[in-house]
């Protein structure tokens, strides 16, 4: 089955203590990309990769990593979470010009 | 920067009645998608629109795209409780991979 899978999907943590949110397709799409969501705000861009190491800022890419070793994974990395970045994350990936296949999202909770 | 607005941002329609989504962005695209997402799940994929003047209908959902004025639409035909949902357009941005997307359109549809 074709699927966008993310680890954890929830998440409580405190301020500071680094995370990581994974991220694996089986589709072998060459473009990955992280969203949050925030009510009132829609989906906003963090991070996305056209393929292997190579990555590009979104929207909103403070405070936030990404690396892209493999064409299949697309971790996001919290080095220092705030609770600002509270909110529900999803990556998401595609081909060239198709439509972006979502996983199942993260809801992070920073205290 | 490519900004997208979506409106109305809330919508609460009857049964059996007809609207219209409107989804205009700022800068030229050809690419333009639509997403629906229930409450507490992913996005999930309901139209792809690539050239100006397409026009996608599924169910009691049509999409269409004018590429010249900036516009795309959502109409829905005799709403159904089903459709309940939160209906996202997104515009194709750079490198022919990244989206931004519009607030979201909230509907809920009554008896």
């Known amino acids: 089955e074709a699927q966008v899978t993310q680890n954890p999907r929830y998440l409580i943590t405190v301020t500071g203590k680094k995370l990581t949110v994974t991220c694996s397709q089986n589709?072998?799409?060459?473009?990955m990309s992280w969203y949050r969501q925030d009510p009132g705000l829609g989906l906003r861009q963090i991070y996305y990769?056209?393929?292997?190491?190579?990555?590009d800022k979104g929207d909103v890419p403070e405070g936030y990593k990404v690396s892209r070793k493999e064409k299949r994974n697309f971790p996001l990395i919290l080095e220092s979470p705030s609770p600002n970045q509270t909110s529900l994350y999803f990556c998401?990936?595609?081909?060239?010009?198709?439509?972006?296949?979502f996983g199942e999202g993260s809801r992070l909770t920073v205290l | 920067e490519l900004k997208v607005e979506q409106n109305p941002l809330f919508l609460s329609m009857q049964e059996g009645k007809n609207y219209t989504i409107y989804c205009n962005y700022s800068?030229?695209?050809?690419?333009l998608y639509w997403y629906r997402q229930d409450p507490g799940k992913s996005l999930e994929s309901l139209f792809v629109?690539?050239?100006?003047?397409a026009v996608k209908q599924e169910g009691r959902l049509m999409a269409s795209l004018d590429t010249k004025a900036r516009l795309s639409t959502l109409h829905i035909t005799a709403a159904v409780h089903d459709l309940s949902a939160t209906y996202f357009c997104?515009?194709?941005?750079?490198?022919?991979?990244?989206?931004?997307f519009g607030k979201g359109t909230s509907l809920l549809v009554t008896p």
């Open positions: 589709m072998n799409h060459e473009y």
């Open positions: 998401a990936s595609s081909r060239h010009q198709g439509e972006l296949f």
């Open positions: 997104a515009v194709g941005g750079r490198a022919g991979y990244a989206l931004n």
């Open positions: 990769s056209m393929n292997v190491e190579v990555t």
């Open positions: 800068t030229t695209s050809d690419r």
């Open positions: 629109l690539l050239s100006n003047g």
